[in-house]
């Protein structure tokens, strides 16, 4: 336990030193406060739910792409750098390596998240003050109650990329890992899409064949709409406790696959 732990302190300080992770992150920031400008150019009914989705969106995207960005890096980088000879020598499991590096990302994340979010929070009471004024304020609090659910959701989907970006950095180079886990993130988003027209049976979901190789498709691919919360937080929709809980699970079970997925490969590889 004490390997993982070191290799994710190493990996997390690592990862917070790094310039690209700090662009995104102000980048994301950027585009969390521009939509303060954008609420300007909507009719008043309509800021409080432009300030919603802009934020919850840019949260949820730049998470997203620092996984990626970050987690086909993760080990290519000691491969690359010839690190990984000196840390594998040491009483560590490659496995242990493979978390380690996994927790540090998680963190990373976790991080960057908080940040997002407040700088989030904030652009919502900004707009709730200047415009209606302090005490009411209140009038977004249905929102606000509803936002520590959509974070939860949204870094378990962080988690779920970020496994399945370790996991293709395991065997292969940073683009092809890269480029692989940003189709498995769309493939991801589209399962209840294809979910929608197997049931409907329209166009080429019409024959037997196609609706089952959709089903079959929705069975090993996550569904990654299951962690959008967007549509409840608009409407200030309670979410239940239940729902998040049964998400959670549903995200933690392919981040420990795809976890297992990557000790099994890193443990055959090879290294020159």
């Known amino acids: 336990m004490r390997g993982v732990w070191a290799v994710a302190l190493n990996s997390f300080r690592e990862s917070s030193r790094n310039r690209i992770f700090y662009g995104l992150l102000a980048t994301a920031i950027l585009f969390i406060l521009s939509s303060l400008l954008v609420a300007n150019l909507t009719v008043p009914e309509a800021r409080t739910r432009v300030l919603l989705n802009y934020g919850a969106f840019s949260i949820s995207l730049f998470g997203v792409v ?3 960005v970050m987690g086909v890096i993760q080990v290519h980088k000691e491969i690359d750098k010839k ?3 000196s840390i594998l020598t040491r009483p560590l499991s490659r496995g242990s390596f493979i978390v380690g590096k996994f927790v540090g990302m998680a963190l990373i994340l976790l991080v960057a998240l908080l940040v997002l979010a407040a700088v989030w929070v ?3 009471l ?8 302090v005490l009411t304020t209140v009038e977004i609090a249905p929102q606000l ?3 520590p659910g959509v974070l939860l959701l949204i870094f378990v989907e962080q988690l779920v990329i970020a496994s399945f970006a370790v996991f293709f950095s395991s065997f292969s180079s940073p683009i092809l890992g890269g480029v692989f886990t940003v189709g498995f993130f769309f493939l991801g988003r589209s399962v209840s899409f294809l979910l929608q027209l197997a049931e409907r049976g329209k166009g080429v979901m019409k024959s037997p064949l196609a609706k089952s190789l959709a089903r079959a498709f929705s069975a090993i691919f996550p569904d990654l709409s299951s962690f959008n919360l967007s549509q409840e937080l608009v409407q200030a929709v309670k979410v239940p406790a239940l729902y998040l809980w049964h998400a959670t699970a ?3 079970c392919y981040v ?5 997925a990557s000790i099994f490969l890193f443990n055959r590889r090879e290294f020159a």
């Open 66 to 68: 620092i996984a990626i």
């Open 83 to 85: 690190t990984v000879f």
């Open 122 to 124: 904030a652009a919502l």
């Open 126 to 133: 900004i707009d709730a003050a200047l415009q209606r004024g």
């Open 145 to 147: 109650a509803i936002i």
């Open 250 to 252: 549903y995200g933690a």
């Open 256 to 260: 420990v696959i795809f976890l297992i």
